[in-house]
């Protein structure tokens, strides 16, 4: 049997079963939390941030926070709304994001949510890294120019054994994420789909397919991000 | 040959939690980890290739090309800087043959920068091959490649000049000196080994924790968490193995202190580390120390062994049925972000030292997901001592909200570098007297993640409530150039140390870095300023200390020393970027139009 407990979203009385993820809970109760990192069913790692909410007035993210009795929660505030833009706005100055060319343009959540938060020019200094498109693999491309090293690949896709695919390499603004030239050697089709499609940006891209869904009917020119829970 | 992977990966029970053992152990019979030994490593230990690249390429001490015979690792620290580090590393290039980050042609010397490796005190510092080389000058450093290359032995070429005290301990044998300027009453007090663990095992473990809250022991690593609440919770948390954990990696630049007290009373921290165990319940121990003080694993081993024999470790330890306790060493592999309590479980688990989402807390899923209690080595004495001498000498020492005694690692600019103990609440005054320092600029308190602290906040104390420290002070005379040498420095130090997990460290690192790197260039602007205090609010978003607190170098100078900054913005119109060099960007037009 479920338990459900009484906590209080941005002043709201809410109900959600206990220990359900603060950011699943914010949604059932029609409060949209911006992630990144995080994907629905594979453990949470708050990494980028940008979930950030206040809890009992402390900032922890809402994608590592299980909801439990009594809990206050603040999920927008001036402040943490613009850590968020600035969350968006660094991961662009970051890294090299060329929408314009991108085969994810459209179903980019990186993409979505800077047109949620009015990003118009990045207010951070652009580091332009050098960084490669990997092609070596004959189903997956990477390219390491729009990925925002959110790990949920690394979470999410395993092989029949059980075992991953991706793994970071190195550490700071070195970061990156390796293919294991084993785990993924038979790789099937759908898996890369699957990964391609929990890829935030088009960093991980299936080979020899592409742009099937034209530029203006895709997910997010369709309708905003955030709009399934804010209706 | 081939068979010393298997024979390693045997000896961990093929246990892929001890990966970086294996990776210690592999490198140091091989010199580096081949694309090979990482495809065999991951063969015999079942786990994906990338994974072990994972791990193996988050240490900085772990090589995946050779670094020659003899990697010389100098340290690039602040305080090395001040005692010419740059004239050393000059000495070693040209005698070397190669630059820094490079091996020498012949494949024998290999140049490599280092963070501050714990030798502050005896600056400039090298490593080679775990033989710690301190007061390097150009002149030895000269000396030492010409030996190295007439085939002298690294240990030979360190000489006999041995340091004080356990330094010269047969199986240590350092010139590394331990500086031991001030004994408190505390740490460097007498100390009777197995006294804490008789008077422990007479007591219940709630007993004992009663003791350590009612004495308000402190965490000594910096936070100041209450120790016997760290261990109640631990003590309560639900499962039959559980762990301790004596952090002793630290990495903070300027600190040494964990250095000394293990050289000379590695007794008493792992008496502390039994008595812990007691009042949790964990058989197991672990002393998680760094891979800088390797040189002193055989002597610690020794000491593990000793104790063992006198019953003070193993099993029915002071005669007490049903306590059995023991330690084993664990050494990182060069990462300052696993000093952090659950980067440093991860990193014991064989793992990239990222630290974990909380909670959980440690106490309750911390190594393997068993209860783990970590504590600083510093803490773990004090334990031993409030057992021995009771609550209220205990409380007798410090100020209200700090009781008992600190040990200071004293660096920079100053007379007498070395290790104090002091009660808290002694002033950075008192302390700069002491010291032997004048003409002081300014004091970086509690290393780069504290505070960097002007003359007019010289009569603050050290204390909890007022300059809360893990320890470290390093002193900046009027001569230096603070933006330049002390927080450029820094800020480099962050940028490389940062795990990359968190966004805005990751990324928040290296713009505060190349803007610092402007201003000391002239270039910077008042909005490059306010940009830094935006920057700050952001990074207290990050999820570990190291995140939160990377842009302090910046910011408290920032707050403390800020005509050094004014003095450097250019002056005009904040409209235009004076970084951009109207020369350099159309120089490709100027050549093609020029010809030939």
Redesign the interface.
């Known amino acids: 049997m479920a338990t459900f407990v009484k906590f209080t979203l941005n002043g709201v009385e809410c109900l959600a079963e206990d220990g359900t993820q603060l950011v699943e809970a914010a949604a059932e109760n029609g409060v949209f939390i911006p992630t990144l990192c995080n994907y629905p069913g594979i453990p949470?790692?708050?990494?980028?941030?940008?979930c950030?909410v206040l809890v009992n007035g402390i900032?922890v993210?809402a994608c590592?926070t299980r909801v439990v009795e009594d809990m206050k929660v603040q999920t927008s505030t001036p402040e943490l709304e613009s850590?968020r833009k600035?969350?968006v706005e660094?991961?662009f100055?970051?890294g090299n994001h060329l929408c314009p060319s991108c085969e994810k343009s459209g179903s980019c959540e990186l993409q979505a949510l800077a047109y949620r938060y009015r990003m118009t020019v990045p207010h951070?200094?652009y580091?332009f890294p050098k960084r490669d498109v990997e092609a070596w693999h004959p189903k997956i491309l990477k390219d390491h120019n729009r990925c925002?090293?959110c790990?949920r690949c690394i979470r999410g896709i395993h092989n029949k054994d059980g075992?991953?695919?991706?793994?970071?390499?190195?550490?700071?603004?070195?970061?990156v994420i390796?293919?294991?030239?084993?785990?993924s050697r038979d790789v099937s089709d759908e898996l890369v789909q699957k990964a391609m499609a929990m890829c935030p940006v088009g960093a991980i891209l299936k080979k020899e397919k592409g742009f099937d869904v034209p530029i203006g009917s895709r997910k997010y020119d369709v309708a905003p991000i955030g709009s399934e829970v804010e209706g | 040959m081939g068979n010393t992977i298997t024979d390693v990966i045997k000896q961990y029970g093929g246990d892929e939690t001890r990966l970086m053992d294996i990776l210690i152990d592999i490198q140091a019979a091989q010199g580096y980890l081949s694309d090979s030994a990482i495809t065999q490593i991951?063969r015999a230990l079942g786990?994906?290739?990338?994974?072990v690249?994972?791990t193996v390429?988050?240490y900085h001490f772990f090589a995946r090309e050779p670094r020659g015979k003899y990697a010389i690792y100098l340290n690039d620290s602040v305080v090395a800087e001040f005692n010419d580090r740059a004239g050393v590393a000059k000495a070693l290039e040209e005698a070397a043959g190669c630059s820094f980050g490079q091996v020498s042609p012949d494949g024998l010397i290999g140049l490599f920068p280092t963070a501050c490796i714990g030798m502050s005190d005896q600056e400039p510092a090298a490593l080679i091959n775990e033989v710690v080389f301190p007061r390097m000058t150009p002149a030895k450093a000269r000396a030492l490649v010409a030996g190295l290359k007439a085939g002298q032995a690294v240990a030979d070429l360190a000489g006999t000049d041995f340091g004080e005290g356990q330094n010269a301990h047969p199986l240590i044998r350092s010139t590394v000196r331990n500086n031991i300027r001030l004994r408190g009453d505390m740490v460097f007090d007498r100390y009777e080994p197995g006294a804490a663990l008789r008077r422990a095992v007479s007591m219940s473990s709630r007993e004992i924790i009663a003791m350590v809250k009612a004495a308000s022991v402190r965490g000594r690593g910096g936070a100041g968490f209450p120790t016997g609440m760290k261990w109640e919770f631990a003590r309560k948390a639900p499962g039959d193995v559980k762990y301790i954990f004596c952090n002793a990696d630290e990495g903070e630049p300027g600190t040494f202190k964990d250095r000394v007290i293990l050289t000379e009373l590695p007794g008493l921290v792992f008496e502390g580390m039994a008595v812990a165990g007691y009042a949790v319940g964990a058989r197991h121990g672990i002393l998680y120390i760094r891979n800088e003080y390797r040189y002193l694993r055989p002597y610690l081993e020794s000491v593990l062994t000793g104790m063992r024999e006198q019953n003070l470790l193993g099993a029915y330890i002071a005669g007490k049925a049903g306590f059995n306790f023991d330690i084993k060493i664990q050494f990182g592999a060069g990462?300052y972000v696993c000093g952090e309590e659950s980067a440093l479980i991860e990193s014991a688990e064989g793992k990239?030292g990222e630290p974990r989402?909380r909670p959980p807390f440690p106490v309750e899923k911390g190594y393997l997901q068993k209860p783990t209690v970590v504590n600083n080595v510093e803490t773990l004495c004090s334990v031993v001592q409030v057992l021995v001498k009771g609550v209220d000498w205990y409380n007798s020492l410090g100020t209200p909200e700090s009781k008992g005694t600190k040990v200071l690692s004293v660096s920079g600019d100053c007379d007498k570098p070395g290790i104090y103990e002091i009660a808290w609440g002694f002033s950075v005054n008192d302390i700069l007297k002491m010291v032997g320092a004048r003409d002081v600029q300014a004091v970086q308190v509690g290393g780069p993640s504290g505070a960097c602290i002007a003359p007019a906040e010289f009569s603050r104390t050290l204390a909890y409530e007022d300059l809360a420290t893990g320890g470290s002070l390093i002193i900046i005379g009027a001569h230096r150039d603070l933006l330049k040498d002390v927080v450029l420095n820094f800020a480099r130090f962050f940028?490389?140390?940062?795990?990359?997990?968190?966004?805005?460290c990751?990324?928040?690192?290296?713009?505060a870095q190349?803007?610092m790197e402007q201003i000391v260039a002239g270039k910077g602007t008042p909005t490059d300023l306010a940009r830094f205090v935006?920057w700050a609010s952001?990074m207290?978003?990050?999820?570990c200390g190291l995140g939160q607190t990377a842009l302090n170098p910046i910011i408290t100078t920032l707050r403390n020393f800020k005509p050094l900054y004014d003095r450097r913005i250019a002056v005009g119109d904040d409209r235009f970027m004076p970084t951009f060099d109207l020369a350099a960007a159309v120089r490709d037009y100027d050549e093609a139009v020029k010809g030939p």
């Open positions: 949470p790692k708050g990494s980028c941030r940008i950030t900032p993210t590592t850590f600035s969350v660094i991961l100055a970051e951070f200094p580091l925002i090293l790990k075992k991953a695919l991706f793994a970071f390499g190195k550490r700071g603004d070195r970061l390796n293919i294991d030239p084993e785990t | 991951a786990i994906p290739q990338v994974d690249e994972q390429s988050f990462a990239r989402d940028r490389e140390e940062s795990c990359g997990s968190c966004v805005p990751r990324a928040l690192t290296v713009m190349r803007v935006e952001i207290k978003k990050n999820r």
